[in-house]
Structure formats: C-alpha cells, structure tokens
C-alpha cells in the first residue's frame, strides 16, 4: 500500500476513534460554604477560599442574611450604631424592596429615636426572616440596655412582621425585652435561639414559651451562643476573663442533660483559648481579630478589613455532628 495513503488511513482511524471517548464534562462547582460583605460586594466563597460567585451591591450593608437557596439577600443599611431598615434583594436582577417599614414594637419613642433592626436570619425553607428589634437614641449614651428590643419574624413572600411574644419580657414583667441578638433558627424551624447581652434564650417560633440556656460558670459568666449543632446542642464561646481583652473556650452545650463540655471535639484546629470567634462549622469559622475580619477554610484563611461582614452558610450536618446532639 502507498505510504501517504497508509498515513491517512491511520489518521482517519485515530479520529473516529477519539470520536467515541466521552467529552471531558466541565468540574461541577463547589458548593459556597461562607458569604462576605467587604465594601458593597457580595463574596461567596466555597471550603477552600475560592471565590464562586460575586455580587456588586448598591450601596455598603451593615449586615445581612442569605437564603439557603443562594437565591435572595436580606441587608440591614448601615444608617445607626444598632442597625437600619431590612431591604430585600433578588441576587440575580439586583431587584430591591423595603421588607419591613417600621415601627413593629415600638410604637412611641421619645423625639430623636427611632426603631431600628439588626441581625436577619432566614428560616431552613426560605420563607421567614427572623431579626432584632433595637432602639437606636441619638449622643453617646445610646448603650445596649437602651436600646433594648425583642425578636421578630417577617413572611418575606408577604411582608407581615410578627413580633415573638415570648422575647417582650425577658429582664421581668416590669423591665421589657433585653438586648435580643443573632437568632438563629432550629433546623426544623419550629425554635429560635438568640443571645441577650447577659446570656442567651431559646424560644418557639410561635412566641408562647421560652428557655433561660442559664450557660457559663459564677467565674465565667460571659457566654454567647454562637450555632445550633444538631437538634440538641448549642455551641457557645465562654469568656475566660470577663471578656476584657476578647479571649473565650468554646463549650458545647446539650439541652437535653443541661451540661456543658469542651468543643474541641468538634472543632478541629480550635484551640483555648480563642479570640473573637462569632461563627463556626465543620468546613469554615469567621471571627472577629485586631487585625480585621478573619475567615478561616481548611485550606485557605482570608483577613477582610474591619468593617466587613461574614456568616457560614449551610452549618453542621452529619457525620460532624456528635451522637449526643442528634
């Protein structure tokens, strides 16, 4: 046989052959398991620090809340020291609404303050945003005793604001509500937990009864809670002296025995004490330091400038979560 035609054979040959092989299918996308706020640009950020998607917002957030979906953004505007109007966003047309006009609780204040709101969480479905009601007073005697409020939950699909009964009365039938922050709802949806500037509570979603979580010790009496784990454990942060200088031990509560243990276990890495920690998972912790906002990925710890805002997305799901807190 010719030897072109025997090369053009084997050419031809080798082609339908590589014909037949599968295409290579695109990497899937890993899943985000962190989002950030630096500026007025949206981050989210998978296990290892990359970056899968950014948004370019309107104008810098104060704080803000994702839907599990990824889908819409609720954003505190960063109009006082306690918080501001709650405006929902549709990431994808950047379509913006005023999701809760005010007053909720609050129904007369004093001229010069206003009602203000702060913390927003959405529920597992996506359906219900829960947040803190706050009093922000103008002068520099606006402490957190004064601007003290409930929690309360807005339908984002209709905009109807619940206030959470069980959270107007928290420091006694004469005092009113504490300084109600970062709730946090149940996985099941049916209970929210949020801390109050001397501990921290768990109500149901309905607002008719509540739990003192009564967490921390007579020598370290300083807690916050900081993520449900599972059905029956709440982790927490514990001051180891007082709080001056931002140093806690995370302890893992369970709200079945009522006891507290170490939660080293359970955050690998993690060693007392720790500085400045406000969020925590299996794959991601976001904490507050001197130098900036720290988040921290198996792989990857970013530093973000003061100023910025983070929160873990998605939180602890099995095996990472003990047997006990089933």
Known sequence: MDTALL????????????????????????????????????????????TTKTVRLAQPVF???????LQRMVTVAPTTTYGGPLDLIQLDSGHRSRIVTGP?????LPKGEKEVYADPRFSQDGKHVAFAVHVNSP??????????????????????VRVIKSTMQIAGEAEGPCFSNSPLWSHDGKRILFNCEDGA????????????LRMGTDQKPWTS?????????????????????ETYEAELLNLHTSKSQDATAILPGLHNPVSGLMEASATVKVRRTPAGLQIETP?????????????????????????DCE
Do not use: E, M
């Open 299 to 323: 792989t990857k710890t970013l530093t973000l400038p003061k100023g910025s805002t983070a929160h873990v997305l998605g939180g602890w799901k099995t095996p990472g979560i003990p047997h």
């Open 139 to 160: 002068g520099d005697s606006n402490d957190a005793v004064d601007a003290a409020g409930p929690v309360a939950v807005v339908d984002t699909s209709i905009g109807q």
């Open 63 to 69: 704080d803000f809340a994702i839907s599990p979906d």
């Open 7 to 50: 090369r053009r054979c084997k050419l031809t040959l080798f082609l339908w052959i590589a014909s037949l092989a599968p295409a290579a299918l695109p990497q899937a996308p890993s899943k985000p398991v962190v989002a950030y706020v630096q500026g007025s640009t949206l981050t989210l950020a998978d296990a290892s620090g990359r």
């Open 104 to 108: 909720v609780y609050f129904k007369r």
């Open 201 to 212: 509570f768990i109500t149901d979603a309905s607002g008719s009864a509540i739990l003192d």
């Open 225 to 245: 809670a900081i993520g449900w784990i599972g059905k029956s454990c709440v982790l927490y942060v514990q001051a180891t002296d007082g709080g001056s200088d």
